[in-house]
Structure formats: C-alpha cells, structure tokens
C-alpha cells in the first residue's frame, strides 16, 4: 500500500459494525482524521475482506482528510470462520449474495459516515469483487463518486446467482465514475472495458483507465505477483485527485 502516499492530517482507526437490510450485523473499519473530514468514502475489499491491509488503506485515506468506512462482504459467516476460507470457499460464496442486501449494506455504511463523522458527500471504492460491487452502487443514487479498481463489469458464470445482478444495466442513472483496470486482466476482457467505456461516456466527469501491462490486483496488495509500483502509483494521484 505504500504507493498511496500519505497526506498530512492525523487519523484515528477502529472497528465498529453496521446493519444490513435484514438486521444482520456487518464487521466495518472506520477510520477518520481528527479533524473535520472533507467527505467520505465507503470501502468495499476484495473477496478476501477485512483485514491489516484494509485497516491500513482505510487509515492512509484518512490521512488525506477523508472519513472512510470498510465493509466486510461475507457477514454470513461468522468471523471466527472467515479466516479460514480458501479463495475456492469464497467464490463459491458469491453466487449466493443478495445484491439488495450488499448495497443496502453499503448505503448503511455512507449513512455511519454522514450521522457520525458529519460529511456531506460519500463516495464508493472497491477492488476486485467490490470493483464489482462498486459499479453496481454508482447506479443506486445513494453515492456522489465511485471508483472500481479492476471490478468485474459482467458477473464470472461461475459467480451468478438469483439475486446477483449484472452492473452495466445500471450505469444509465449512475455517478461520475473512474475505473482502473489493467490491459492483461482476463477478468475484464476488452470486449468488456468497450462496453464500459460505453456505457460510461454518457456519464459526464467519467473515465475508463487502462495501465496496458498491468494485471488483476496491480494496485491495492502489494504481496501480489501482479503488483506494478509505477502503475499503483499513478492509479492512487488519479483516486485521490478525482475524489477531491
């Protein structure tokens, strides 16, 4: 995460929870400056949830005068249970998520956001899955900005499911939207980003970047293989410098 340089402001950081649609209790990191925040952001991680490297995004955010809000996205299973999950479990997890329950989720935690550290604007954030998620919520009305980070803009075969629904519909009413995607990634083939593009360009203040060489996950974990430093780096000033 050290592309994501730090701003000036200090932070604090805890763990909290927030109520989906359905009452269920939703594992959340908030983090905050000390001072008076400027806006907010809503997280959501990759399939791998919460964990050090989300408290440590979510504190760096922070840092730059944003109160920020990450949401656990498998909250059916219980915590003790969730850092046993191999990726195989997680996917096999998605098919049967509720997208009215996610959203709702997420909506709920801009909500903490606005009661709690008093902004008036949020913005969603997501990686991956919650790329995906995140596109989703660009079209729900409840956020000012979004940011996919390599989100899937068609739902994988293998992740469908009855209540899992397909993002582009949704763009047609949805925020000014940035995605960061990578030119190798086979999750977003360019058949795909070309129906994005699409789509997005009828969304005034959108944009569709590519980094050609990049991979799925060149941005927020720097353990990965595809991390790309340069390509994080310059994806982060883009982040920063459109969520104002």
């Known amino acids: 995460m050290a592309e994501l340089i730090e701003g000036s402001e200090e932070v604090e950081v805890g763990r909290t929870a927030v109520r989906a ?43 730059h005068g944003h109160a920020v809000v990450v949401v656990e996205p498998f909250p059916g299973v219980p915590a003790d249970e969730r ?17 009215d329950r996610a959203l709702g989720t997420l ?5 903490l956001l ?22 989703k919520a660009a079209g729900t009305d409840r956020f000012d ?24 519909p949704g763009l047609v009413d949805a925020c000014p ?14 058949a795909d980003v070309d129906a ?11 944009e569709v970047v590519v980094y050609p060489d990049a991979d799925h996950g060149f941005l927020h974990d720097p353990s990965r293989p595809a991390h790309r430093p340069d390509d994080a780096a310059d994806a982060w000033r883009r982040i920063l410098a459109f969520l104002g």
């Open 83 to 99: 850092d046993g999950l191999t990726v195989e479990d997680r996917f096999a997890l998605v098919p049967g998520l509720d997208d």
């Open 145 to 168: 900005r979004a940011v996919s980070c390599y989100g899937m803009i068609r739902v994988p075969e293998a992740w469908r499911g009855p209540a899992v629904a397909e993002p582009l």
């Open 21 to 63: 649609p359905d009452d269920t209790a939703v594992d959340v990191i908030h983090a905050r400056p000390l001072g008076m925040p400027r806006r907010g952001i809503v997280v959501h991680p990759d399939i791998f949830g919460l964990r050090p490297l989300f408290d440590d995004l979510a504190r760096r955010l922070a840092t």
């Open 114 to 135: 606005v009661v709690e550290d008093g902004v008036a604007e949020v913005a969603i954030l997501g990686f991956c899955m919650g790329g995906l998620y995140a596109l």
């Open 196 to 206: 994005l593009r699409a789509a997005l360009g009828a969304v005034p203040g959108s």
């Open 177 to 190: 939207t940035l995605a960061i995607l990578g030119g190798v990634d086979h999750w977003t083939p360019s």
């Open 107 to 111: 909506a709920a935690a801009a909500d």
